[in-house]
């Protein structure tokens, strides 16, 4: 489940909640994205009150009541608004020095790495380029600092992943190589792919509209039994898969209602480790329709 903490426009008119709001659990939501810092162009990561339109920083005592309360609470980095020139091996150093305190001071359980501008592939799978170093670069040293059992999750598009089946290179799968490393390593927590904002692939290059369940089990299938490509093999057990669904119409192309949600869950009998969900303040603003649906198919 995600959260984002915007009221700009775009977003809803929930706007901005605390964190510590007794909705959030009330109506199932047990992982919290808080989504996202400002990056500046040197690297320097932001993490301060009007980050974006009425939006107040969470107090590291609030940030400990609502972990306190239940919720597991991560740092969204990226988004469609918040890029890192991933070319740069300075500017990655100068992220880790900026956001590791950062981190700390707000007592973050771990981070999700949802970067969608500047990642792009070789064009060898076995080979990595650039950006791809320098953001594994960015989460090795992320997780050299902080504490033992500090979490990593991602969040990509689905062009970063099951694309790589239709062509390896540029956007197509450039998440595939890091996915693999650190689900390989056993650091990812979980995968949280973005099952929105077009077309979705399965492992032979087949391509399904978003929103449908056949899309949902096609390529949440393929991960799980193993998406090869150039004779590399990238594989997410279910129980590391937590597919990203809009929350309400308007929140995301390819929105499925309550039960098509359940049709999709239910295709898995359980194994899938949960849904994530763009965003909480969607759902919010439309009487948590997809928080509801979900922790009651999960039986909470």
Not at 215 to 228: D, E, I, R, Y
């Amino acid at each position: 489940e995600n959260w984002d903490g915007a009221a700009n426009g775009v977003h809803p008119g929930m706007g901005w909640v605390p964190i510590t709001d007794s909705r959030i659990a009330a109506h199932g939501y047990n992982v919290i994205n808080a989504a996202f810092p400002v990056i500046l162009s040197d690297g320097t990561v932001l993490w301060q009150d009007g980050m974006d339109t009425n939006v107040k920083v969470s107090t590291p005592a609030e940030m400990c009541q609502a972990k306190a309360a239940g919720a597991t609470i991560l740092m969204s980095i990226g988004g469609a608004a918040a890029g890192i020139d991933l070319s740069s091996s300075t500017v990655a150093d100068r992220f880790v020095a900026t956001v590791v305190p950062i981190l700390k001071k707000y007592n973050f359980d771990g981070i999700d790495i949802d970067i969608e501008t500047g990642l792009s592939g070789s064009g060898n799978i076995n080979t990595l380029s650039a950006s791809q170093a320098n953001l594994i670069r960015i989460i090795d040293g992320v997780l050299a600092q902080m504490p033992a059992g500090f979490g990593l999750t991602m969040a990509p598009e689905t062009a970063y992943v099951t694309g790589g089946s239709v062509n390896y290179g540029s956007i197509w799968g450039a998440y595939l190589p890091i996915v693999k490393k650190y689900a390989d390593n056993g650091q990812l927590w979980w995968l949280n792919m973005q099952y929105y904002n077009g077309s979705m692939y399965g492992c032979s290059g087949d391509s399904y509209q978003a929103g449908t369940v056949q899309g949902f089990t096609v390529q949440t299938t393929c991960l799980n039994n193993g998406l090869t490509i150039q004779g590399t093999t990238v594989k997410v057990p279910y129980d590391k898969q937590v597919p990203g669904l809009p929350a309400q119409p308007g929140a995301g192309g390819g929105y499925m209602d309550p039960g098509l949600v359940g049709q999709s869950w239910s295709a898995f009998n359980g194994s899938l480790k949960g849904l994530m969900t763009w965003s909480l303040n969607w759902d919010g603003s439309k009487g948590w329709t997809f928080g509801d649906n979900v922790k009651s198919l999960q039986g909470r």
